[in-house]
C-alpha cells in the first residue's frame, strides 16, 4: 500500500553534488521517522542518514558525515537527501524507507522502492 518513489540520481562527477527526493505516500508521513539507504554493488544495503519525524535529530553513518544531508517536507510527504563532495564511492543505488530507530540500528518498515541510481565518475 506504501509507496516509496525515489529520484534525482544520475551521473556527477567526483566533488558535485546532487539533491535525492523521495515521494511517500499511502500512510501518515508525518508519523514516521525516515531514512536513505544505498546499496552499491556487490554490497549490503547500509543506513547512511536519518531523520526524526520532527526533523531533528538526524543521524549519519561516518562514510557521509559532513557531506550529506537529510531533511523532510512533511506538508508535501517528502524526503531528501542533499549530496555534496560526491565521491566515487558513494556510487550505488539510493533507496528511502520509513524506519523504527531501535537502540542500536534501524529498522525499515516498508516494501522497498526501485530507488535512484546515484554515479559518481572519478
Known amino acids: 500500500q506504501v509507496q516509496l518513489v525515489e529520484s534525482g540520481g544520475g551521473l556527477v562527477q567526483a566533488g558535485g553534488s546532487l539533491r535525492l527526493s523521495c515521494a511517500v505516500s499511502g500512510t501518515i508521513f508525518s508519523d514516521d521517522a525516515m531514512a536513505w539507504y544505498r546499496q552499491a554493488p556487490g554490497k549490503q544495503r547500509e543506513a547512511v542518514a536519518v531523520?526524526?519525524?520532527?526533523?531533528?535529530?538526524?543521524n549519519y553513518a561516518d562514510s557521509v558525515k559532513g557531506r550529506f544531508t537529510i531533511a523532510r517536507d512533511n506538508a508535501k510527504n517528502t524526503v531528501y537527501l542533499q549530496m555534496n563532495s560526491l565521491k566515487p564511492d558513494d556510487t550505488a543505488v539510493y533507496y528511502c524507507?520509513?524506519?523504527?530507530?531501535?537502540?542500536?540500528?534501524?529498522?525499515?518498515?516498508?516494501?522497498w522502492g526501485k530507488g535512484t541510481q546515484v554515479t559518481v565518475s572519478s
Open positions: 531523520i526524526t519525524t520532527g526533523g531533528n535529530p538526524t
Open positions: 524507507n520509513g524506519v523504527i530507530i531501535g537502540k542500536v540500528a534501524l529498522f525499515p518498515v516498508y516494501s
